[in-house]
Structures are given as structure tokens and as C-alpha cells.
């Protein structure tokens, strides 16, 4: 009962106040993340053992101080970690902030001014967004919505359910570091092996639940006909299933060619047609429906453990 209270608390501070626009733990963390990575991958020579190490680094000490933490909180006041879980949570969660983020590229567009939806939709992105015309514009924003639906939201949701404040904590850490290394260059190839990895562990299940939820909400059997077909076509084993459900959920064509580091990359589009002006509201509704699905799945989720465990 404890952890689904602060599970609940936690979404209605990010509902109702979004990301900290100062004192963000994540910038702390990320300023010690990166000191640790120049020293553990110095001149970009670090293998993949000191990528490991660098991680456990990171890691580690926030895991340990979060489970005694939490530990001592369900031990001694109710109240309390109803409250402290639920700020802790918040701080994971970047739901409001997503959908600031792709509004204002909406906004931009129906203006329209291509050069500010560029620059708007190049804070949620990494391709290069400089020579995207509307419909790459359109199309970035739709599959960074869909993708960090399942990232952002879903799972430090998801963790927190099942092993609360630490659960959420580690996850996003984790997914901070690989935001940070897992990038397939030159300079991060061996170090961010293990930072990527790690990720993409820890949303298995969060993305496949992401999915899911898209399908329930949406056009069922185009997200998962899409979900069988097109998830290979992404990079990330994890954003395939999320983007191809979530385009078929929405029966869009999403995908095709983009600019990486300069470099055209093409790949393979989705069925369905490309995204209109109405795209990325009705995309905002889609993920808005599935989320609030996830939170009651993951409500039931957590009152199950914590029944499981009195029994135990």
C-alpha cells in the first residue's frame, strides 16, 4: 500500500510541476559521471572492463544508500515514505517535461516556422536536425515521444513497483550514463559497452509494458502487427518494439532515413500514412491514455508484491 501511494504522489508532483528547472539531482550526478569518465576512458582508450568499473562506480554507492534509505523508511514511518518515495520518484520522471518538449515542436509547426520546430525538436533528439524539412521534423517528434514514453516514464514506474525508491533511482541513472556513453563512436565504442547494455536490460520489460499499453489504447492489431514486423528496423532492441507499436497504434508510417553525426542513415519505414498536422496530437492522446493505463496496471502491481511479501 505504502510504495502504490508514493507510486501515485510521485506522478501527480511531475503532472502538477514537471522537470526542476534547478537543483536537478541529475545534474549533480551527470557532472560526477563525467570527471569518472575522464578518468576511467582517457583520450577515448577506455575498454569495456573500465566501462564496467565506471559503472559499478556510478552505481553502486546510489544503490546503497537508496535500499538502506528505503529500508529504514518502510521500518519506521508510514507517512514519511509515502512522501519521501514519492519525491524520490518525481525526481525519475520526466512525463510533463515530454510532452512540453514535443508540444512546442507542434506549436512551432502550426506557426509555421520549420527553423524554430528544428531547434524544438532537436532538445528531444539525437539526429541532426539542421536540413530536416516537415515531415522529418514531424516524424522525430513522434518517434521521441513514443520512445521515451517507455524511458522517461514507464520505466522508473515500472522499478519503483517492483523494488520502490532504489528501483526507481538505479534505473535512472542507468539510463542517465547511457544517454551519456552508449554512443557507437570512436571515443565510446568499448568504454559505453557496458553503460548500453546495462540500459537496455533494465527496459526490457518497461518497453515490452510501453508497447502493450499502446496496443490497449490505440488500433490494437495495427500496433501488433506492426510491433512483429517493423521492430528490427530500429538500432535499440528496446525502442523498436515501443516506436513500431506506437506507429501502428496510431496507423503511421514512422521511421525512414535521418542525419546521424552528419551521415545519412536510411532505414526502413513503417505501414501507414506519413504523419499529418493532426499526427502529433493524436500521438500526445495515445501516449496520455497508455500511461494512465500503465499507472493503474502498475498500482495492482505493487499492492500484488506487497501482498506476496506480507504472505511470505
Known sequence: MVTALALLLGVSLDYRLGEPARFHPLV?????????????????NGSRLMGVLALLLCILPALLASSYLWWWLLNTYSLLTIVAGGVGLYFTLGWRS?????????AALETPDLEKARTAVARIVSRDCEQADTLQVRRAALESLLENSADAV??????????????????RLSNTLDAMWGYKNNRFWHFGWAAARWDDALN?????LTALAFAAVGDAAGALQNWRKSAGHWASPNAGPVI??????LQLSLGGGAFYHKRW???PATAGAPPGSDAIPRALGLVSRALILVVIVLVLLALLINRVALDV
Open 28 to 44: 549533480g550526478f551527470g557532472y560526477c559521471a563525467d570527471k569518472i569518465e575522464r578518468r576511467f576512458n582517457r583520450e577515448g
Open 154 to 171: 514507464v520505466a522508473p514506474l515500472f522499478w519503483f513497483a517492483v523494488a520502490g525508491l532504489p528501483g526507481a533511482i538505479v534505473y
Open 98 to 106: 515530454l510532452i512540453q518538449h514535443v508540444a512546442a515542436v507542434q
Open 204 to 208: 526490457f520489460l518497461p518497453a515490452r
Open 244 to 249: 513500431s507499436a506506437g506507429a501502428g497504434a
Open 265 to 267: 542513415h536510411d532505414k
